[in-house]
């Protein structure tokens, strides 16, 4: 992984989390324990604060920025899809935000929400707590059910299961 100090504010990785060695932390970024920091992931806090919660997934190619004065705070047991981008926003905990979705500055999504792959959460905009969303710009589809809400669990405890795996038994070749 690559630590970069910026202005005296740097960087801090719990124990029990993997960041691969081509992810890039910049700055005042907090990240809490058993989470999975995937390949070509940047997580730039050069502005402000960015903040990940425990056993939270940030997949391949993610970017997270903060925006002058305006923290970034990702929850816990959120998964947070290949190639996403998440600008400035707030994502509550056991959210999903799917693979390729860009989520706009203040933005929130809420407790359980899932924002569907290619959506785009516009700046401001707010995502309730246990709906499905999609779509540009995204919109509420329906509520998630207790079926859904399993599927996605089983998928947080699959990463979890893949954070112990990396952390024991990851060799570089």
Same mark, same amino acid.
């Given at each position: 992984?690559?630590?970069?100090?910026?202005?005296?504010?740097?960087?801090?990785?719990?124990?029990?989390?993997?960041?691969?060695?081509?992810?890039?932390?910049?700055?005042?970024? @907090? !990240? $809490?324990?058993?989470?999975?920091? %995937?390949? *070509? =992931?940047? &997580?730039?806090?050069?502005?402000?604060?960015?903040?990940?919660?425990?056993?939270?997934?940030?997949?391949?190619?993610?970017?997270?920025?903060?925006?002058?004065?305006?923290?970034? @705070? !990702? $929850?816990?047991?959120?998964?947070? %899809?290949? *190639? =996403?981008? &998440?600008?400035?926003?707030?994502?509550?905990?056991?959210?999903?935000?799917?693979?390729?979705?860009?989520?706009?500055?203040?933005?929130?999504?809420?407790?359980?929400?899932?924002?569907?792959? $290619?959506?785009?959460?516009?700046?401001?905009?707010?995502?309730?707590?246990?709906?499905?969303?999609?779509?540009?710009?995204?919109?509420?589809?329906?509520?998630?059910?207790?079926?859904?809400?399993?599927?996605?669990?089983?998928?947080?405890?699959?990463?979890?299961?893949?954070?112990?795996?990396?952390?024991?038994?990851?060799?570089?070749?």
């Amino acid at each position: 992984m690559s630590l970069y100090s910026l202005e005296g504010r740097k960087p801090g990785v719990a124990a029990g989390t993997y960041v691969s060695p081509a992810a890039h932390l910049i700055g005042e970024v @907090r !990240i $809490g324990t058993g989470c999975w920091i %995937g390949p *070509g =992931a940047v &997580i730039r806090a050069d502005f402000a604060p960015i903040t990940i919660g425990e056993y939270t997934a940030i997949e391949e190619n993610c970017v997270v920025h903060s925006q002058p004065g305006t923290p970034c @705070r !990702i $929850g816990d047991s959120v998964t947070v %899809g290949h *190639g =996403a981008i &998440i600008h400035g926003a707030l994502v509550d905990d056991f959210a999903t935000v799917g693979m390729g979705v860009v989520v706009g500055m203040e933005a929130k999504i809420g407790k359980w929400a899932i924002v569907g792959e $290619g959506s785009v959460v516009k700046s401001r905009q707010e995502i309730p707590p246990e709906k499905i969303a999609a779509g540009v710009p995204a919109k509420v589809l329906r509520d998630l059910d207790e079926e859904r809400k399993a599927f996605w669990m089983n998928g947080k405890r699959l990463y979890r299961e893949l954070t112990r795996r990396y952390l024991e038994g990851l060799q570089l070749l």
